[in-house]
């Protein structure tokens, strides 16, 4: 009797990995009663590769996107020898000091806080970004001119990702 229910819960833990598969689920767990004295408790997991990927994608990722939205922003100010340079190592570049996602406003619908071409003064806020729940408003280094916008509203970016061009 007990190498049959073995037979049976093998069977039902194979048709709990499709599921699984199936329904492209993380994790199943799953308590079974028969009776007063065969209970099987089963919890399948599988390690999902897109939880690890990102990490090592998103390191490259902002350096690759920064230079086209570099470019789209740049197009209407006509500064086409500027859009060869790295924005990192610009002198006027200001850069993420964490991870997070970027706003360029204070609320959604609200005005931004820069836009090109703006005049800031040394500490007014350029931009927020959003780490853990906390918006932490970013603020120019000095007065200045915004010359370039290296970043999309809504965007991630990494530690040290050049976010605005202030000269």
Known sequence: MS???NEDDIAFIKAL???LQDHNLGEIEVERERGDDHALSVRLSK???QVIAPAPVQAAAPALAAAPQ???VETPSASAPAATDDPASHPGAVTSPMVGTVY???????????????????????????????????????????KRILVEDGGAVEYGTPLVIVE
């Open 47 to 49: 390690t999902v590769e």
């Open 104 to 146: 360029l406003q204070p609320e959604p619908g609200a005005s931004p806080f820069v836009t090109v071409g703006s005049e800031v003064s040394e500490g007014a806020t350029l931009l927020i970004v959003e780490a853990m729940k906390t918006m932490n408003h970013i603020p120019s280094p000095k007065s200045g001119t915004v």
């Open 17 to 19: 990995a499709e599921v």
């Open 70 to 72: 570099a470019m789209a």
């Open 3 to 5: 190498k049959h229910n």
